[in-house]
């Protein structure tokens, strides 16, 4: 099993760019998590998903959205960026929704200038 | 609002001593916490985990100790090894969603 994959590892934006960033499991895990880490921060919870169909905000959801029409898929969009969504952003994904069996990505570090 | 936090960034200590990293909480509601260990450029790795009903709980070189009466968590790493040097982050546990603290930097001296 590949895990829990992420893409782009970097990406950097202009002020008002769109872009989405990928996270496919090949675990067959319902949950689904988005999070952000800003620098010397824990993470923070930006959405979640109990499963194909089913989305839920977070502790940080202002400013993104996201889609879950399969269970191996979670993309998160940003539609206008600004320079406040500079972070490193984590996927993880659990089989039972319990948070010590979350599975992380490696992360994608995006930079809005 | 409510919130877990720590209270030492940056930890340094001697290969081969014991490391003790802490955290403070303030939702006496969470049911579970963990401690997750990050290297540079990774992800957050599950290390222990220790419900709230527990006080204490054992793994591999690693104890969990939880005191409820200050809201207190501590992760204790024995004979820290060079391998251990990373970033450790406490979250605790609430309905679906993991509140997480602002992490301890332990640094491993040869």
């Known amino acids: 099993n590949a895990g829990v994959t992420q893409t782009p590892k970097f990406r950097i934006l202009k002020i008002g760019q769109s872009m989405t960033l990928q996270c496919t499991q090949d675990?067959?895990?319902?949950?689904m998590y988005w999070y952000r880490q800003d620098p010397g921060m824990g993470l923070k919870l930006i959405y979640y998903?109990?499963?194909?169909?089913?989305?839920d905000k977070g502790e940080v959801p202002n400013g993104y959205n996201v889609s879950r029409s399969t269970t191996e898929d979670f993309p998160l969009r940003l539609e206008l960026a600004a320079p406040s969504q500079t972070s490193v952003y984590f996927c993880?994904?659990?089989?039972?929704?319990?948070?010590?069996?979350?599975?992380f990505g490696p992360g994608t570090r995006l930079t809005v200038l | 609002g409510e919130s877990v936090g720590l209270h030492l960034p940056t930890l340094s200590v001697q290969e081969g001593d014991n490391s003790i990293i802490n955290c403070a909480y303030s939702?006496?509601?969470?049911?579970?916490f963990i401690w997750y260990k990050q290297e540079s450029g990774k992800g957050p790795q599950f290390i222990i985990d220790?419900?709230?009903?527990?006080d204490k709980r054992q793994g591999q070189r690693v104890t969990v100790l939880l005191n409820k009466t200050v809201k207190h968590l501590s992760l204790q790493i024995a004979a820290t090894q060079p391998g251990d040097s990373a970033v450790y982050f406490c979250?605790?546990?609430?309905?679906?969603?993991?509140?997480f603290g602002g992490g301890t930097r332990l640094m491993v001296k040869p």
């Open positions: 993880a994904s659990s089989y039972s929704g319990k948070a010590n069996e979350q599975f």
């Open positions: 675990m067959n895990h319902n949950y």
């Open positions: 998903s109990v499963g194909a169909g089913i989305t």
């Open positions: 939702n006496s509601a969470s049911d579970y």
């Open positions: 220790i419900r709230s009903n527990m």
């Open positions: 979250a605790e546990n609430f309905g679906n969603m993991l509140t």
